[in-house]
């Protein structure tokens, strides 16, 4: 069973599109996450949500809106679509503070977005 | 400044060979620390978790020192299959704050 799953893993889509990109977790956590990965290999951190509430918004573009219905999914919509969002995006959970958990966050596969 | 720094690299060694990576951060309100290693075209996964009072796995041995914001991970006797992209991770529980590092790149050679 896939713990953090995101859809699709490749996207190639034109300047100017919107596209969505959906996250599921299956490990009952709390929290999750919206990653970029730039091609020099930095994970910036974009968002946080913990049980649908927005947590962090990391001086991020309003093009990028994130949505949570529940806690297990965390989808990230992008608007008007440029070069420079192509990246891998990564989406992540994690426990909150819990004095059970330590809050290790565990990743999904990743989101190649090449904008052309 | 940025608020989780590594060296990032390459560090190119032999097998067999000792290598350390270093990581500071810079929220003294950060609770939980975490190495996370990174293949090529996969997604971080959580290599281990850092103790205050250092901890070890196997061939791995991870240390923290709150009062320095610094954390450190040790690989003994390297493999080849130890090359990849580590990343040191810090979270600050109260927000959910889970930053990282930008990796060091190993790359262990026959």
């Known amino acids: 069973d896939t713990a953090v799953s995101q859809t699709p893993k490749y996207l190639v889509t034109q300047m100017g599109n919107d596209k969505s990109i959906k996250c599921e977790q299956n490990?009952?956590?709390?929290?999750m996450y919206w990653y970029k990965q730039d091609s020099k290999k930095f994970l910036k951190i974009m968002f946080s949500y913990n049980n649908k509430e927005l947590i962090i918004n990391e001086t991020v573009p309003n093009r990028f809106s994130p949505k949570s219905p529940d806690k297990a999914h965390l989808n990230l919509h992008i608007n008007s679509l440029e070069l420079g969002d192509s990246a891998v995006y990564f989406c992540?959970?994690?426990?909150?503070?819990?004095?059970?958990?330590?809050?290790?966050?565990?990743f999904g596969q990743g989101t190649r977005l090449t904008v052309v | 400044r940025k608020e989780v720094e590594q060296d990032p690299g390459p560090f190119n060694v032999p097998e067999g060979a000792t290598v350390a990576f270093n990581c500071t951060y810079s929220n003294s309100a950060s609770q939980s620390f975490f190495w996370y290693r990174q293949d090529c075209r996969k997604e971080p996964k959580l290599l281990m978790s850092v103790y205050s009072s250092g901890n070890e796995d196997g061939r791995f041995t991870a240390q923290l020192n709150r009062a320095s914001q610094y954390i450190s991970l040790l690989i003994r006797d390297s493999k080849l299959s130890d090359s990849a992209t580590y990343l040191c991770a810090v979270n600050n529980l109260n927000n959910n704050d889970m930053r990282f590092g930008a990796g060091t790149r190993l790359t262990v050679k026959p």
């Open positions: 992540a959970s994690s426990h909150s503070a819990s004095a059970l958990r330590y809050g290790e966050a565990f």
């Open positions: 490990l009952g956590h709390d929290t």
